[in-house]
C-alpha cells in the first residue's frame, strides 16, 4: 500500500492573543504574547471557542496572579503533539476539549483565555461530531469537579460501564475533511502515519479505567443543590445513569430543565420550607447532599434535608462551619485543580499538597466519561449563551458572571 508522506504542518505564529491578570477582578487584552511552552506529554490547541466559568472570576478577585494566562474551559483543534503523548488519537487536526487550570502563577503563560493552550494528553476529551465547540467548550470544568467530587469522593458506581476505555469517532476539522488526507504529526514526535491509523481507529486497545468501590445504594437519594448550575446539571446526569435518585433545588423558573436532566423532584431554594419539604419527600432517608453553592444559606437547606441516619455533605466552595449544625453529617470540600496531580499553591482554605492519586482518578475518568461524551444523547451539555467579541467579549462576560447575572445557562465565546 502506498502511503502519502506527510504535509508540511501549518506553521506557528510567533505570538498569540492573550487576555493576561492585570490586577485585581482585572484582566487585559494582550496582542503578542508567546504561545505556551508546552511539555512532552502535552498537545498544543488552537482554540476555537472558551466559556466562562464562576471559578475565573473568583480566582481574579480573591488571589489574581499578575502576568498570568486567564481562563479555564476551551474547545480547538490540536496543532501539536508532544512525543511521549500516549493517547493514540491526538493527532494534529483532530478537535478536542477540555480544561486547563489558567490565571496559574507556575504557569503564566498557559491559559485558556488565549489563540493557543497547552494540555496534557491524558487530560483532555475528544470532541465528537454530534458535539459543537461551544458545547465542548462548555463541558470541562463540570466534568471533571462532578468526577472529583461525587465519583472520587464519594466513590458512587461509575456512570460508564465499568472498564470501558475511549472509543468512537473522534471529530475531523473542516481542513481534514476537505483535504481528505492521511493527518500530518507533530514534528516534535515523526511518526509515519498510515492511513488507517486515522481520527477514531485507537493503534491500541482502550485503556481500562480504575476500579472504583461502590458506597451508596442503587435507588438511595442524592440531593443536588444548585441543580440549574453547570456543575449540578451535570451532577444530575451523571448520578441518574448511576442508578440513584437525584432531587435538587433551583429557581421555579428551571425546574422544567432539571427534570428533564433527571432529577425526579425540584425545590425552589427561595422557599422557608426548601430543607424541610425535601426531608419529607425523600422519607427522612437523604445522605448525600452535593452543594454547587455553598454558602450559609444552601448549607442550612443541605443540613435540613438530610435524613435521620446524617450523611455526607460535599460543597463545592469552602465551607461555612458556622452552618455545620450536626454531628452525623460530614462535610467536605473539593477543589478540583487537585485532579492535575500538582501542589495547589494558594492561600487557605484553597491550598493543598500535590495529590497524584487524584491524577490517577482523573486520567481514569477522562476515559471512562470519553465513551459517554462520544455517544449522542448520553450528556446533555448546558444551554448556551454566546457572546460576541472574542476575547474582548470574554471580559464583558467575566463581568456578568461577577455580577451573578448568569442563570441556568453557559456564557461561551469563539475566538
Ligand atoms: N470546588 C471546585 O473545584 C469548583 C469547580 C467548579 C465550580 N466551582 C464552584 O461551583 C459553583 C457552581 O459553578 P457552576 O459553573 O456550576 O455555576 P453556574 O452555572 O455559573 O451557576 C449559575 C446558577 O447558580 C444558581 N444560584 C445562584 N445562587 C444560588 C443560590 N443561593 N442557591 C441556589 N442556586 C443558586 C442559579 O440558579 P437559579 O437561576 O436556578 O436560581 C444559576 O443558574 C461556583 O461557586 C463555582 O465557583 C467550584
Not at 494528553?121 to 465547540?133: A, Q, R
Request: hydrophobic share 35%; net charge positive.
Amino acid at each position: 500500500m502506498q502511503v502519502s508522506p506527510p504535509r508540511q504542518m501549518d506553521p506557528l505564529p510567533r505570538t498569540q492573543r492573550a487576555l493576561k491578570v492585570r490586577g485585581p477582578s482585572e484582566v487585559q487584552l494582550h496582542e503578542a504574547c508567546p504561545l505556551p511552552a508546552f511539555e512532552d506529554d502535552e498537545i498544543l490547541v488552537r482554540v476555537r471557542c472558551v466559556a466562562i466559568n464562576p471559578v475565573d472570576a473568583k480566582v481574579l478577585d480573591m488571589a489574581p496572579p499578575v502576568g498570568a494566562t486567564a481562563g479555564c474551559e476551551f474547545a480547538g483543534d490540536v496543532v501539536r503533539v508532544g512525543r511521549s503523548v500516549k493517547h493514540g488519537r491526538l493527532k494534529v487536526g483532530v478537535a478536542v476539549f477540555g480544561f486547563v487550570w489558567g490565571s496559574h502563577s507556575n504557569r503564566p503563560d498557559n491559559g485558556a483565555f488565549a489563540e493557543f493552550v497547552a494540555v496534557a494528553g491524558d487530560l483532555v476529551y475528544l470532541l465528537p461530531p454530534h458535539l459543537s465547540y461551544q458545547q465542548g467548550a462548555s463541558l470541562g470544568v463540570a466534568l471533571q469537579t462532578v468526577g472529583m467530587g461525587v465519583y472520587y469522593l464519594w466513590r458512587l458506581r461509575p456512570p460508564y460501564a465499568a472498564g470501558r476505555g475511549a472509543s468512537g469517532p473522534g471529530r475531523r476539522t473542516a481542513r481534514q475533511e476537505t483535504s481528505g488526507e492521511t493527518q500530518e504529526m507533530d514534528a516534535t514526535a515523526p511518526r509515519h502515519v498510515s492511513p488507517s491509523a486515522a481520527v477514531g481507529s485507537s493503534t491500541r486497545p482502550p485503556p481500562s479505567t480504575p476500579a472504583m468501590p461502590r458506597e451508596p445504594g442503587t435507588g438511595q437519594y442524592v440531593l443536588v443543590y444548585g441543580g440549574s448550575t453547570a456543575c449540578g446539571a451535570l451532577a444530575l446526569q451523571m448520578i441518574r445513569k448511576s442508578g440513584l435518585v437525584p432531587v435538587c433545588t433551583c429557581s421555579a423558573r428551571n425546574f422544567a430543565m432539571v427534570k428533564e436532566l433527571g432529577a425526579q423532584e425540584a425545590f425552589d431554594y427561595h422557599s422557608p420550607t426548601c430543607g424541610d419539604d425535601i426531608r419529607r419527600y425523600t422519607s427522612d432517608t437523604l445522605a448525600y447532599a452535593l452543594d454547587c453553592i455553598t454558602d450559609l444559606g444552601s448549607m442550612r437547606i443541605c443540613y435540613a434535608a438530610m435524613g435521620r441516619g446524617g450523611g455526607k455533605y460535599m460543597g463545592l466552595n469552602p465551607v461555612p462551619l458556622r452552618a455545620h449544625s450536626r454531628r452525623d453529617i460530614k462535610p467536605d470540600y473539593i477543589l478540583v485543580y487537585t485532579m492535575f496531580g500538582k501542589e495547589v499553591s494558594l492561600p487557605r482554605p484553597f491550598g493543598r499538597p500535590a495529590r497524584p492519586k487524584d491524577r490517577v482518578f482523573a486520567e481514569g475518568w477522562y476515559r471512562g466519561t470519553q465513551t459517554l461524551v462520544d455517544t449522542p444523547g448520553e450528556i446533555r451539555p448546558h444551554p448556551l449563551d454566546q457572546g460576541s467579541g472574542g476575547l474582548h467579549g470574554v471580559i464583558k462576560g467575566l463581568d456578568r458572571m461577577r455580577k451573578g447575572d448568569v442563570s441556568g445557562v453557559k456564557l461561551v465565546y469563539e475566538l
